[in-house]
């Protein structure tokens, strides 16, 4: 609620039209109070219920279906037993997904993205924080790619497909690196049918992998996400779209042209030194080669303070972590419980 009153008082003295949220926890937020907002600001979001339906994982498989794609075979699991008989019955690695993205938690709101597991005690570690309810899905073999879109009066306004090329963590994590494809024929009239079947209006991403031609929907994203700048630079600026369809400006349909490329710089880095210390020395110095119409995650020349911003931020959280694995045992103290020990 703190959340939402200081976006209030944001509101009330800036004088902005429009809000645009950027991650799920902060949808749920302003969604459950835009009572609190509307009178200074429109929210456009579609109903309390909508949105909730769109960050459950159950009705987006249900979705999917409905709209003619594939889903990865999953089960909601009501314990940790049934929990290790479906992942044995699906074979590592296998993915754990929490029964919606945003989950209670103390009083509060907690965002649980999905996470990728190899063995039986990964998933007796982790099970604990996502519990009752939380999925089991068997990994899809083939390509990640990712369709975002704006989504109003039934139809998409802007759109773009991109290819992952790759991920942090490599196994099955956030895009790092992407280029924009030309969506497949068909692809798109089966992704305006899925936002339909979930009510959604605005700015979303489907994510899917494809396997031959075949493409089984992952997750959807009904928010900002992080390569939102690549589709953008392609040709296909989705909070434009948004805020004119919202604003009543006069709009044109776009699609995000082929042959754009984008990276996330502090990932890349990481994969990086990954290969290289797995003497994957030809694959590391590819990642290095320049590439043409390539936007980045945070650094610009123009406008370098986002970057120096990020390495801050990277800096503290380092530095916290050195400092909770090394203060209390130099003082002597009982070390901290390793994370998901139990």
């Given at each position: 609620m ?25 949808l ?19 109903r309390?219920?909508?949105?909730e339906?769109?960050?459950s994982?159950?009705?987006l ?28 019955r ?11 993205t ?8 907690v ?8 063995d039986e005690?990964?998933?007796a ?21 990712s ?5 109003a ?18 196994e ?10 030309s ?14 079947g979930l ?10 992998v ?13 928010r ?11 040709g ?5 779209a ?10 044109v ?8 490329r ?12 990954t ?14 080669r320049p590439?043409?119409?390539t936007t ?12 120096v911003a ?16 090394f ?15 139990r």
């Amino acid at each position: 609620m703190r959340f939402v009153e200081e976006l209030r008082d944001i509101a009330r003295t800036a004088g902005y039209r429009l809000l645009v949220t950027g991650s799920d926890a902060s949808l749920i937020a302003v969604s459950r109070h835009r009572e609190r907002l509307q009178e200074f600001i429109e929210v456009g979001l579609p109903r309390e219920d909508v949105v909730e339906r769109c960050l459950s994982k159950k009705a987006l498989a249900a979705a999917a279906v409905e709209a003619g794609f594939a889903t990865p075979e999953a089960a909601i699991c009501g314990d940790a037993n049934e929990a290790w008989a479906a992942a044995r019955r699906f074979g590592y690695p296998i993915l754990v997904k929490p029964p919606s993205t945003v989950v209670a938690r103390n009083g509060g709101a907690v965002q649980r993205g999905s996470v990728v597991l190899r063995d039986e005690a990964s998933l007796a570690a982790i099970w604990p924080e996502y519990g009752a309810g939380s999925l089991i899905q068997r990994r899809l073999a083939g390509d990640v790619v990712s369709f975002s879109g704006v989504a109003a009066d039934g139809r998409l306004l802007a759109y773009g497909m991109s290819r992952y090329r790759r991920t942090w963590p490599p196994e099955g994590g956030a895009v790092s690196f992407a280029e924009t494809i030309s969506p497949p024929e068909g692809l798109r009239r089966r992704v305006e049918r899925l936002v339909r079947g979930l009510a959604w209006q605005g700015i979303f991403e489907v994510e899917l992998v494809q396997h031959g031609a075949e493409s089984a929907v992952i997750d959807f994203n009904p928010r900002l996400f992080g390569s939102l700048e690549l589709i953008t630079r392609a040709g296909a600026p989705l909070t434009t779209a948004w805020c004119d369809w919202m604003l009543g400006i006069e709009r044109v349909e776009r699609e995000a042209q082929p042959g754009y490329r984008y990276r996330w710089e502090d990932a890349e880095a990481r994969n990086l030194a990954t290969r290289l210390k797995e003497g994957q020395v030809r694959s590391a110095l590819r990642m290095l080669r320049p590439r043409r119409r390539t936007t980045r995650s945070f650094f610009r020349l123009t406008d370098p303070a986002p970057l120096v911003a990020r390495i801050l931020l990277l800096l503290a959280h380092g530095l916290r972590r050195w400092r909770s694995a090394f203060v209390p045992a130099s003082l002597g103290a009982r070390p901290k419980e390793a994370p998901h020990a139990r």
